[in-house]
């Protein structure tokens, strides 16, 4: 039978390790909850050791130090440009940011802002007809607070921005354009390709119909919920309006752009 033991300079909380602790016959980690609040004993590094050799090992996540910022919008102005705007926290000394940016490329977060002090950035790096994820912490002078809301911005550039109310029809290229940015975002959700049982988008002067966007809705919808954002609710109106409204396009071009 393998011999275990765990090695702790101090305790702490439960680890994604206790399940490695259990298979090897050992009681679950528990601690004083002093122990992982902001102001005790630093947390420290667990060992498990199964046969005389380590078979896992936990590094504790660092305890926010602050608030996180909040009201994170992201929007892309270009195929190679995204405007980002947070609100600062309500208290504490912050002396610096960081924005965090996550696309299908790489699928792990990278560092696209490191540590200034304002709360706005425009991230010139993104290439076009992709979907990207953001999301943003201060830096106190102990440490890092938690993360922001996450937010999405899409690059795809779109005919007729701004929407022009009771001016601009809808058109082929808008669903066009639509369907490519939906598809950027399922990419970044790892929800797979899209389904498009209406057929390819209509071609230029054809019939735009309800079912096009029922469609964008419906292949949007899980990938949002994938990357934790919310989904675009019902709207019955697809269904009886004839032609399709500019605010059915809108509707969704606002939660992909």
Do not use: D, N, Q
């Given at each position: 039978?393998?011999?275990?033991?765990?090695?702790?300079?101090?305790?702490?909380?439960?680890?994604?390790?206790?399940?490695?602790?259990?298979?090897?016959?050992?009681?679950?980690?528990l601690a004083p909850a002093a122990t992982t609040q902001q102001g005790g004993?630093?947390?420290?590094?667990?060992?498990?050791?199964?046969?005389?050799?380590?078979?896992?090992?936990?590094e504790p996540t660092p305890l926010p130090t602050g608030p996180a910022p909040t009201s994170l919008s992201a929007t892309a102005t270009s195929a190679s440009s995204v405007s980002l705007t947070w609100a600062a926290p309500a208290a504490g000394v912050v002396v610096g940011y960081v924005v965090e940016r996550t696309s299908a490329l790489g699928g792990q977060p990278v560092e696209v802002q490191t540590n200034s002090a304002a709360t706005s950035f425009n991230d010139s790096t993104p290439a076009g007809d992709f979907a990207y994820l953001y999301r943003v912490k201060?830096?106190?002078?102990?440490g890092p607070s938690g993360y922001s809301n996450a937010d999405l911005a899409t690059t795809v550039v779109f005919t007729d921005d701004p929407l022009q109310p009771s001016a601009t029809l809808v058109k082929a290229?808008?669903?066009?354009?639509?369907?490519?940015?939906?598809?950027?975002?399922?990419?970044?959700?790892?929800?797979?390709?899209?389904?498009?049982?209406?057929?390819?988008a209509p071609a230029q002067g054809g019939a735009i119909l309800a079912a096009h966007f029922q469609e964008l809705r419906t292949n949007l919808n899980p990938a949002l919920v994938a990357l934790g954002m919310a989904a675009l609710p019902d709207d019955?109106?697809?269904?009886?309006?004839?032609?399709?409204?500019q605010a059915h396009l809108q509707d969704v071009r606002e939660r992909v752009r």
């Open positions: 039978m393998l011999a275990a033991c765990a090695l702790l300079t101090v305790g702490y909380a439960a680890t994604r390790f206790e399940p490695v602790r259990r298979a090897v016959g050992m009681r679950p980690l004993p630093p947390l420290a590094k667990e060992y498990v050791y199964g046969g005389g050799r380590i078979i896992a090992t936990e201060a830096l106190y002078a102990a290229a808008h669903v066009t354009e639509l369907r490519r940015a939906v598809a950027a975002v399922r990419a970044l959700a790892g929800a797979g390709a899209a389904s498009w049982l209406s057929g390819p019955t109106t697809l269904a009886l309006s004839l032609p399709v409204k």
